[in-house]
């Protein structure tokens, strides 16, 4: 099966962080990306820019309504994601434990839906 | 109930398991095959049931089981994940104590940690139990359209996010284990004090506990803790009988009659108990049950070791610290060493938060200030524990003491 993995953390308080912690933040998502790359679980993955860049998209009307800003605001904001491919549930939840910022965000991890018969 | 609706109703759970090999997890699936089995039994059987019922019921679900997946066009890709577990389709009949008992795997799919616990709760006694949803909502006092949406929500999330339908490894059992047992304790103490509703105790609920129990520690006899839950349940329910009057209302441990305690429920209490503490170290199971058997060696009240059970309760606060047992521990410490001690740490208990919401510690109080001869503010105590108080009867025989008390206050200034 395939899982999204969503990586939602504090952006303010990832702003935070003195360079030298952010180069081995940087470090430890390198180490794990070509962990599950060399495992084949794999199958993409990117960090998003800051939520102060997201513009939201409605359309009403026929009218397309622009919004500064995320959908929804909260207190962790989803910051990038992975998509994996993993046997089942346990197998995908044992990878998303190992995305370094599962220690102080949340990772949600979503099936992607099968389209059966 | 007609015989053999009984036998289906006592094998669900076996059925279900090894159908759930066949579909690769999906419980719908395999509880809708298994349906569709019993209606053609009640068709064909009439009044002569075949030499193997279950196997008979095994084999054409199975065979529905796998139509269904056929069609779906999912066959091959589920058929390749069971080939190895699944005998031919067109297998000879199966032999009713030979299908291999894959409860286990079931329960643990019923109480993986990806399920909220309430879906885990219901989906392990209509799953693995064979209880209708109905019947369910009915236990839990739940309305049947939303314990059957929970039900449908738990089956959908295993399906579709890929919860697997197996016993997990080594690394990953005792943690299972763990929530199963915790599963387990949770339909036993609702049966036993009942959260809400008019009855105290809904001992259909102690019974299935029970019988889950003893499954359990069929499928996994190694582990401590499991006899440990097991033991706590018997010599629990042995005092089922005594734990309310006439009138429904409980019966304090102390006012309990001991020679109406169930004498083969204590005594399988005990040797669960004995086959927990030769498995290793005691867990917070264990050491509860420990507690229930100082109290069911006391031929009376006053004959209860308050100190081995003050001992117990130290062990159980550095082995699973709980609100509960904080009280439990400072309601023993009184029995011990008098009712201005066990005051003392009722009052240490005053700012907890979980606590302040239930009627148990003012309760807990009103007794000890009862005993230091301070009726009013055991009275004040006992109205504090009433605005708090869930049940029916407890409500009611919360109010007889207040009565009580109020009549020796009158008495005393008369």
Redesign the interface.
């Known amino acids: ?1 395939q ?1 999204l993995l969503l990586i939602y953390d504090n952006e303010a308080e990832a702003a935070k962080r003195p360079p030298e912690e952010m180069a081995s933040y940087l470090q430890a998502f390198r180490t794990f990306t070509e962990e599950i790359i060399a495992s084949g679980a794999f199958q993409g993955g990117e960090a998003l820019t800051p939520v102060s860049t997201a513009t939201s998209v409605r359309v009403r009307d026929g009218e397309t309504l622009l919004t500064d800003g995320p959908f929804a605001e909260t207190r962790e904001q989803l910051g990038g994601y992975y998509l994996v491919e ?5 197998a ?2 044992a990878i998303a434990a190992k995305i370094p910022t599962a220690k102080q965000g949340t990772i949600e ?1 979503r ?1 992607i ?1 099968v389209w ?2 | 109930m007609s015989p053999w609706a009984e036998l289906v109703r006592a094998e669900h759970g076996r059925l279900v398991a090894a159908l759930a090999r066949t579909t690769g997890g999906d419980l719908q699936l395999a509880e809708d095959a298994l349906q569709e089995a019993v209606l053609a039994a009640l068709q064909q059987w009439g009044d002569a049931p075949p030499d193997q019922p279950v196997g008979w019921l095994l084999r054409t679900a199975r065979n529905k089981a796998i139509d269904v997946l056929r069609r ?3 066959w091959a890709r589920k058929a390749r994940l069971v080939a190895a577990a699944t005998p031919a389709v067109d297998a000879p009949d199966l032999h009713d104590d030979g299908i291999a008992d894959e409860r286990l795997r079931l329960i643990c799919t019923c109480c ?1 940690p ?1 399920l909220s616990l309430s879906a885990r709760v219901a989906l392990t006694l209509k799953v693995v139990s064979g209880r209708t949803s109905d019947e369910v909502a009915r236990l839990f006092l739940v309305d049947r359209a939303t314990m059957q949406q929970r039900i449908v929500r738990a089956k959908q999330k295993i399906r ?5 339908y ?1 016993v ?1 490894g080594p690394d ?1 059992l005792p943690e299972r284990l763990a929530g199963i047992r915790h599963v387990i304790y949770l339909v036993f103490t609702e049966g036993w004090g009942a959260t809400a509703g008019e009855r105290l105790v809904r001992g259909e609920l102690c019974d299935e506990a029970l019988r889950l129990g003893q499954l359990l520690v069929e499928q996994v006899p190694d582990d401590g803790e499991l006899h440990g839950l097991l033991s706590l349940m018997w010599l629990t329910d042995a005092r089922r009988a005594t734990r309310v009057d006439a009138q429904g209302l409980p019966v304090l441990l102390a006012d309990q009659d001991r020679s109406r305690w169930d004498a083969r429920s204590l005594a399988l209490g005990a040797a669960a108990l004995g086959a927990a503490l030769r498995r290793g170290p005691p867990g917070p199971y264990t050491l509860q049950a420990a507690v229930a058997s100082v109290h069911a060696r006391a031929p009376h009240a006053d004959d209860t070791a308050w100190g081995e059970v003050v001992a117990l309760y130290e062990l159980l606060l550095q082995a699973a610290p709980s609100p509960v047992v904080r009280l439990n521990h400072a309601a023993a410490l009184g029995q011990h060493r008098g009712p201005e001690v066990g005051l003392a740490a009722l009052d240490a208990l005053a700012d907890d938060r979980a606590l302040g919401r239930t009627h148990l510690l003012p309760a807990a109080r009103a007794r000890y200030l009862e005993d230091l001869g301070r009726t009013e503010e055991a009275v004040d105590a006992l109205q504090q524990a009433l605005c708090r108080v869930g049940n029916a009867p407890e409500r009611a025989w919360l109010e007889a003491q207040v009565a009580r008390l109020l009549g020796q206050v009158s008495t005393a200034r008369a």
């Open positions: 099966m899982y993993a046997p089942d549930l346990d995908a939840v991890v099936p839906m059966e018969g | 779906r066009g999912t993986h990806a579709l996010a890929g919860i697997p197996e997990p990953a």
